[in-house]
């Protein structure tokens, strides 16, 4: 017989945690009223979204929505410049790597995380009050959105980038700020803009709903004519915001390979 | 001293690149009508919003409504990705280049592609006639939304594995159901279940959104408080939906942290 070695007993995560998790789904579904046959009875009324959905009307969306896809573009390549520059210094004081204040990394990294909590749209529409309504509430909801992301992936980055050049720095006799900016800098530089398109994608795909709460963009015009179920007017937009995201992401390709 | 100076074809990409960003904003700005005395006035205009909603409202009847639409927005984004996992785990297989034949593979993909480009919002405008407005719709739109996501992510992962077991199975005469179940998914279930756990964190942000067209959750709380200017109870809506999203991302993360990276040893 040849000698199988025992299995080792499954962690205390898999015993409790599986049948935690499916108890939880269970009860989720209850909650949400997940039902099927109320599902498949009214079936039929997709047809009030589906039908004009697939049936755009190019002729209308290319007439009406120029400014607003324009509109949709300026707020969104204004507010991840503006917010990725607030997040590139931040990011330092929230990495372990460059702030060796326990206390002051503390702060910045739970600064970080408190904006990265509140949705987009929360965002928007906490603008849209304070600044009244318009495409400057929904550039400073994004601003906080790219602050957010980019803090959390930049100074994830810094955290674990190579040492090796900033001892290096230190040994010449740099200050810590000195170091900082010509050892860790260059390190992430490449990263940072590989992110920054990302999160420009990412705020010309979130602009689209900033309209919903009166924020400016293109959403604005989905909204309206959302409410008067003219879904055939909203599918040109939604392939067209789609051709710009390839387009962006097709860019940040042809970028990222001249950089990294 | 002696410094080797910067190639010529780096400076004019750098200064290219730094007029076309401040170019871009300017564009931005100007088209946007953001004028500086509008920047300047903002931190005052935000400070008076942020300055009405305290104190909180801390009634015993603004929680009695609030506490159920965050925890609904909890179940939504729960019930969205478990619907998101269970459909997205084996569509990821057919769409593994490495597991499924090519074509299966490309048209699977392209279907992934096309759900993905659906916003949960559009989805949801979709669901709505069908469903009604409520918990059920957001679901289903956050669901539907996330086999695309996380049937891509999966499959990447599956296209990402070692090749090795796989030959070693087969060599011992295993079928090609045993690779899959004895080389395959051991091999990803741990990367796939953390991606699960990743989704469900977006989910959940995008749960609390979904309430603003009627879809459930914490959104239409927070946009009718803002409406009927009813300040410090929108106050404390946003507090409920932080302390809900910390609370459930730090649960999350831990458990991702767990299963990556194992059990750490007791020194």
Same mark, same amino acid.
């Given at each position: 017989?040849?000698?199988?070695?025992?299995?080792?007993?499954?962690?205390?995560?898999?015993?409790?945690?599986?049948?935690?998790?499916?108890?939880?789904?269970?009860?989720?579904?209850?909650? @949400?009223?997940?039902?099927?046959?109320?599902?498949?009875?009214?079936?039929?009324?997709?047809?009030?979204?589906?039908?004009?959905?697939?049936?755009?009307?190019?002729?209308? %969306?290319?007439?009406?929505?120029?400014?607003?896809?324009?509109?949709?573009?300026?707020?969104?390549?204004?507010?991840?410049?503006?917010?990725?520059?607030?997040?590139?210094?931040?990011?330092?004081?929230?990495?372990?790597?460059?702030?060796?204040?326990?206390?002051?990394?503390?702060?910045?990294?739970?600064?970080?995380?408190?904006?990265?909590? &509140?949705?987009?749209?929360?965002?928007?529409?906490?603008?849209?009050?304070?600044?009244?309504? =318009?495409?400057?509430?929904?550039?400073?909801?994004?601003?906080?959105?790219?602050?957010?992301?980019?803090?959390?992936?930049?100074?994830?980055?810094?955290?674990?980038?190579?040492?090796?050049?900033?001892? %290096?720095?230190?040994?010449? =006799?740099?200050?810590?700020?000195?170091?900082?900016?010509?050892?860790?800098?260059?390190?992430?530089?490449?990263?940072?803009?590989?992110?920054?398109?990302?999160?420009?994608?990412?705020?010309?795909?979130?602009?689209?709903?900033?309209?919903? +709460? =009166?924020?400016? =963009?293109?959403?604005?015009?989905?909204?309206?004519?959302?409410?008067?179920?003219?879904?055939?007017?909203?599918?040109?937009?939604? +392939?067209?915001?789609?051709?710009? @995201?390839?387009?962006?992401?097709?860019?940040?390709?042809?970028?990222?390979?001249? &950089?990294? | 001293?002696?410094?080797?100076?910067?190639?010529?074809?780096?400076?004019?990409?750098?200064?290219?690149?730094?007029?076309?960003?401040?170019?871009?904003?300017?564009?931005?700005?100007?088209?946007?009508?953001?004028?500086?005395?509008?920047?300047?006035?903002?931190?005052?205009?935000?400070?008076?919003?942020?300055?009405?909603? #305290?104190?909180?409202?801390?009634?015993?009847?603004?929680?009695? /409504?609030?506490?159920?639409?965050?925890?609904?927005?909890? #179940?939504?984004?729960?019930?969205?990705?478990?619907? $998101?996992?269970?459909?997205? #785990?084996?569509?990821?297989?057919?769409?593994?280049?490495?597991?499924?034949?090519?074509?299966?593979?490309?048209?699977?993909?392209?279907?992934?592609?096309?759900?993905?480009?659906?916003?949960?919002?559009? !989805?949801?405008?979709?669901?709505?006639?069908?469903?009604?407005?409520?918990?059920?719709?957001?679901?289903?739109?956050?669901?539907?939304?996330?086999?695309?996501?996380?049937?891509?992510?999966?499959?990447?992962?599956?296209?990402?594995?070692?090749?090795?077991?796989? *030959?070693?199975?087969?060599?011992?005469? $295993?079928?090609?159901?045993?690779?899959?179940?004895?080389?395959?998914?051991?091999?990803?279930?741990?990367?796939?279940?953390?991606?699960? !756990?990743?989704?469900?964190?977006?989910?959940?942000?995008?749960?609390?959104?979904?309430?603003?067209?009627?879809?459930?959750?914490? $959104?239409? *709380?927070?946009?009718?408080?803002?409406?009927?200017?009813?300040?410090?109870?929108?106050?404390?809506?946003?507090?409920?939906?932080?302390?809900?999203?910390?609370?459930?991302?730090?649960?999350?993360?831990?458990? /991702?942290?767990?299963?990556?990276?194992?059990?750490?040893?007791?020194?």
């Amino acid at each position: 017989m040849t000698n199988i070695p025992k299995k080792p007993p499954p962690s205390y995560l898999v015993t409790i945690g599986i049948p935690f998790a499916i108890l939880f789904t269970l009860f989720s579904f209850q909650r @949400v009223g997940f039902n099927l046959q109320d599902f498949t009875e009214n079936l039929a009324n997709r047809a009030i979204v589906t039908d004009p959905l697939f049936n755009p009307k190019w002729s209308w %969306a290319w007439e009406n929505t120029a400014d607003a896809l324009v509109e949709t573009v300026q707020i969104a390549i204004l507010a991840s410049i503006v917010g990725c520059a607030f997040a590139l210094p931040l990011s330092f004081y929230a990495s372990r790597a460059t702030n060796l204040n326990k206390y002051s990394y503390f702060l910045y990294k739970s600064f970080l995380n408190l904006v990265r909590t &509140i949705p987009d749209l929360f965002w928007a529409m906490l603008f849209t009050v304070a600044v009244g309504i =318009g495409p400057f509430a929904g550039v400073l909801a994004l601003i906080m959105f790219s602050l957010a992301i980019m803090g959390k992936l930049l100074s994830e980055t810094i955290d674990s980038i190579d040492p090796g050049p900033m001892e %290096a720095a230190k040994a010449t =006799g740099s200050s810590h700020n000195q170091t900082v900016f010509t050892s860790a800098l260059p390190q992430v530089l490449p990263n940072f803009t590989a992110y920054f398109l990302y999160i420009f994608e990412l705020c010309i795909r979130a602009s689209v709903i900033l309209g919903l +709460v =009166g924020a400016g =963009g293109v959403g604005r015009i989905i909204e309206t004519q959302r409410i008067f179920l003219r879904f055939d007017r909203i599918s040109p937009i939604i +392939v067209i915001i789609l051709v710009v @995201v390839i387009l962006i992401e097709q860019f940040s390709v042809w970028i990222r390979k001249r &950089i990294l | 001293m002696n410094i080797p100076k910067q190639p010529l074809s780096h400076k004019i990409l750098k200064y290219t690149l730094t007029s076309a960003i401040i170019f871009a904003s300017l564009w931005s700005a100007a088209g946007l009508e953001i004028t500086i005395a509008r920047i300047i006035d903002a931190p005052r205009q935000i400070g008076i919003l942020v300055g009405a909603m #305290f104190p909180l409202d801390t009634s015993q009847e603004a929680f009695d /409504r609030i506490i159920p639409k965050v925890f609904e927005s909890l #179940f939504i984004a729960w019930a969205g990705t478990v619907i $998101g996992a269970i459909f997205s #785990f084996p569509i990821s297989f057919l769409a593994a280049h490495n597991v499924a034949a090519g074509a299966v593979s490309r048209i699977t993909k392209q279907i992934l592609n096309a759900i993905r480009a659906f916003p949960e919002l559009i !989805l949801a405008f979709v669901f709505l006639p069908i469903t009604g407005l409520g918990a059920f719709t957001g679901t289903l739109a956050l669901g539907i939304h996330s086999i695309g996501t996380l049937g891509k992510l999966s499959s990447e992962v599956i296209e990402g594995i070692d090749e090795g077991p796989l *030959e070693a199975i087969k060599s011992s005469g $295993g079928s090609k159901i045993n690779e899959l179940i004895f080389g395959v998914i051991p091999q990803v279930m741990p990367t796939i279940t953390s991606y699960w !756990l990743y989704r469900f964190e977006i989910n959940l942000r995008a749960s609390a959104v979904l309430g603003v067209i009627g879809a459930g959750g914490v $959104g239409q *709380e927070l946009i009718n408080q803002l409406r009927f200017r009813d300040f410090p109870r929108a106050g404390t809506v946003l507090i409920c939906t932080i302390v809900l999203v910390l609370v459930a991302d730090a649960i999350s993360a831990s458990i /991702r942290n767990r299963i990556i990276k194992g059990k750490v040893a007791k020194s």
